[in-house]
């Protein structure tokens, strides 16, 4: 889908030239408004162009559409800062899109100007237990530098073709998560262009509370250019093991013990429909290791699942972290990566886990609600692994990622708009069960009740918002101010 704009995008830069309106390739922009404040000077390009606008008014979603006044093509940090300046002067707004995989529209912006961050993917040579890479890299990127080095991030997004920048924003729930944390909680420092056009760097103990305010904090005090991540050995291969369940209790009973036990390096549960329209109750396990790989009977001793059922496989370690790969090529050649994707992502703690997810699941019609080739996400997670302020939780100690990955078979807007209304729904039975959001779901949210998320952290929120971002500027998406 990036590629996609980003030819759309070049292609209206050639043909804006080829129509006698000079184009660059440092210092300028193409067909800026006229009685207007012009652009400052860039390296890299500010377009103008309807087909970039357009390109620029739709993410992985689908569903919401917001065309912005212009698309900066940065060819460095101080062409975010000279351009955030330069809106925030004329009383626009200003948002960054890494891989537009958003799925509520939350980093379009009207009348503004989106930021094509994916120009700047530089990733720099491995340095011991850390990398320093620009934001706009994808984590395969990332991963190329870190494994040719014998490393990788101990956390990744289930799918790593998304951005570093976007990634951490968000927080970065991963499959090992449990262990590790979320993506946010293993950077180690930033270089952060505020709302106020200000290039800083910072980290836990420099400018920590734009660090804090930054790391899930969805855009709203500064755009990540570039971050260091800290790294860890990385394994050679992984045994891998598909469990079978008859029934969500059951499924949860060996969540709850392979959480307690960390037998394995990754657990991720999933509910999906089945041919006969029932639902399937699956754990995907994984151990890594180099050398001899680990005992089969060790690592499923005890478990409930349905031994006759029960596949395992051994496969290289990037191998695993690039699992959805051929389901996405499956999407994009059916075309239904570009169908809406109406997605709800939550948490929810141990002590309503059943209650909830059996409640959602007797809603749910798997056809019409999930489709062919969506899924429930139920993934248990060590509530302390996580460190990020502004990623809110249950207050269980063990907690799930609960969420509706919902791939609809048509485009149809009005089908979408259903389940946009369903999510909603959903997260007021989760939220008043004690769950949380993670706020990368198909629907929207006014002001108070993202106060009402952030709760007691909203303050540093709002601190770092006042301190750095005072007039409002960025990633207006979210619709918390």
């Given at each position: 889908m990036k590629a996609n704009r980003r030819a759309v995008l070049v292609a209206g830069l050639a043909a804006t030239a080829a129509g006698a309106t000079a184009v660059a390739t440092r210092g300028a922009f193409a067909a800026a408004p006229k009685n207007d404040v012009p652009p400052?000077?860039?390296?890299?390009?500010?377009?103008?162009?309807?087909?970039?606008?357009?390109?620029?008014?739709?993410?992985?979603?689908?569903?919401?559409?917001?065309?912005?006044?212009?698309?900066?093509?940065?060819?460095?940090?101080?062409?975010?800062?000279?351009?955030?300046?330069?809106?925030?002067?004329?009383?626009?707004?200003?948002?960054?899109?890494?891989?537009?995989?958003?799925?509520?529209?939350?980093?379009?912006?009207?009348?503004?100007?989106?930021a094509d961050m994916s120009a700047l993917h530089s990733v720099g040579a491995v340095q011991g237990d850390r990398v320093t890479v620009d934001a706009g890299?994808?984590?395969?990127?990332?991963?190329?530098?870190?494994?040719?080095?014998?490393?990788?991030?101990?956390?990744?997004?289930?799918?790593?073709?998304?951005?570093?920048?976007?990634?951490?924003?968000?927080?970065?729930v991963g499959a090992t998560t449990s262990s590790f944390g979320v993506v946010a909680d293993n950077v180690l420092d930033m270089t952060v262009v505020t709302g106020k056009g200000?290039?800083?760097?910072?980290?836990?103990?420099?400018?920590?509370?734009?660090?804090?305010?930054?790391?899930?904090?969805?855009?709203?005090?500064?755009?990540?250019?570039?971050?260091?991540?800290?790294?860890?050995?990385?394994?050679?291969s992984v045994r891998r093991f598909s469990l079978v369940y008859p029934d969500l209790a059951t499924m949860l009973k060996d969540e709850r013990l392979l959480a307690g036990d960390n037998r394995f390096d990754a657990v991720q549960g999933a509910i999906a429909g089945t041919p006969s329209g029932t639902l399937g109750f699956k754990i995907d396990a994984v151990k890594f290791f180099t050398g001899n790989p680990p005992d089969d009977a060790a690592l499923t001793a005890g478990l409930s699942d349905d031994p006759a059922k029960r596949q395992a496989s051994?496969?290289?370690?990037?191998?695993?972290?690039?699992?959805?790969?051929?389901?996405?090529?499956?999407?994009?050649?059916?075309?239904?990566?570009?169908?809406?994707?109406?997605?709800l992502t939550t948490f929810i703690g141990d002590s309503h886990?059943?209650?909830?997810?059996?409640?959602?699941?007797?809603?749910?019609?798997?056809?019409?609600?999930?489709?062919?080739?969506?899924?429930?996400?139920?993934?248990?997670?060590?509530?302390?692994?996580?460190?990020?302020?502004?990623?809110k939780t249950p207050g269980d100690g063990l907690i799930y990622a609960f969420n509706l990955v919902r791939i609809p078979g048509t485009n149809d807007g009005a089908n979408a708009q259903r389940l946009v209304d369903a999510n909603k729904a959903a997260y007021g039975r989760i939220k008043g069960a004690g769950g949380t959001l993670y706020p990368v779901s198909a629907f929207g949210l006014t002001g108070s009740e993202w106060r009402?998320?952030?709760?007691?952290?909203?303050?540093?929120?709002?601190?770092?918002?006042?301190?750095?971002?005072?007039?409002k500027v960025l990633t207006p998406g979210y619709e918390i101010y």
């Open positions: 400052p000077p860039l390296d890299g390009q500010l377009s103008f162009d309807q087909a970039a606008r357009d390109a620029a008014a739709d993410d992985f979603g689908h569903i919401v559409h917001k065309s912005p006044e212009a698309v900066l093509i940065p060819g460095s940090d101080n062409d975010v800062a000279a351009t955030i300046k330069w809106v925030s002067d004329r009383g626009r707004k200003f948002a960054p899109q890494g891989q537009s995989h958003s799925t509520f529209g939350r980093s379009e912006v009207q009348d503004g100007v989106v890299a994808k984590w395969s990127e990332v991963l190329s530098a870190t494994l040719a080095a014998g490393k990788t991030p101990p956390v990744l997004p289930d799918y790593i073709e998304l951005s570093v920048g976007g990634t951490i924003v968000v927080g970065g200000d290039i800083l760097t910072c980290s836990p103990g420099s400018n920590g509370d734009l660090f804090n305010a930054v790391r899930a904090g969805l855009g709203q005090v500064g755009v990540i250019t570039k971050a260091t991540i800290k790294l860890i050995d990385a394994p050679q051994t496969l290289a370690y990037f191998d695993y972290l690039n699992r959805l790969s051929a389901l996405e090529s499956l999407l994009r050649g059916n075309g239904q990566w570009f169908f809406p994707h109406p997605w886990v059943e209650a909830v997810v059996g409640g959602e699941l007797g809603r749910l019609n798997p056809a019409n609600d999930l489709g062919q080739f969506g899924q429930v996400v139920l993934s248990p997670i060590h509530r302390s692994a996580i460190k990020s302020p502004l990623l009402q998320h952030f709760g007691g952290s909203f303050g540093v929120l709002d601190g770092a918002k006042q301190k750095f971002d005072p007039k």
